[in-house]
């Protein structure tokens, strides 16, 4: 059974800085392009960044050149640095493969304060 576990959110003022965490179980790491995934109030969730086993990555538009993903295969862990965080980054943020095709974890709550 799969197991994703999101962690490292907050709540952080405009321009500030956190790190989220994922971590997983089971050999999904080993295979699949992994993503970031965001769901604000009110809204659908939506992949915000993804990288590939080969660490080639893609961002939306509204986080490029403020955040960064990265994994570790041998930790079965993903990251995503996310800088210069604004209001509208604001919601839960879930891991999962790009697909989004595995049990979707508890997902850690991002709050960025105006």
């Known amino acids: 059974q799969v197991q994703l576990v999101e962690s490292g959110g907050g709540l952080v003022q405009a321009g500030g800085s956190l790190r989220l965490s994922c971590a997983a179980s089971?050999?999904?790491?080993?295979?699949?392009?992994m993503a970031w995934y965001r769901q604000a109030p009110g809204n659908e969730r939506e992949v915000v960044a993804s990288i590939t086993l080969g660490g080639n990555t893609w961002f939306t538009n509204s986080v490029k050149g403020r955040f960064t993903i990265s994994r570790d295969n041998a930790k079965n862990t993903m990251y995503l640095q996310m800088n210069s965080l604004k209001p509208e980054d604001t919601g839960v943020y879930y891991c999962?493969?790009?697909?989004?095709?595995?049990?979707w974890g508890q997902g850690t709550q991002v709050t960025v304060s105006s």
């Open positions: 089971g050999t999904i790491f080993s295979i699949n392009t």
């Open positions: 999962n493969t790009v697909y989004g095709n595995k049990p």
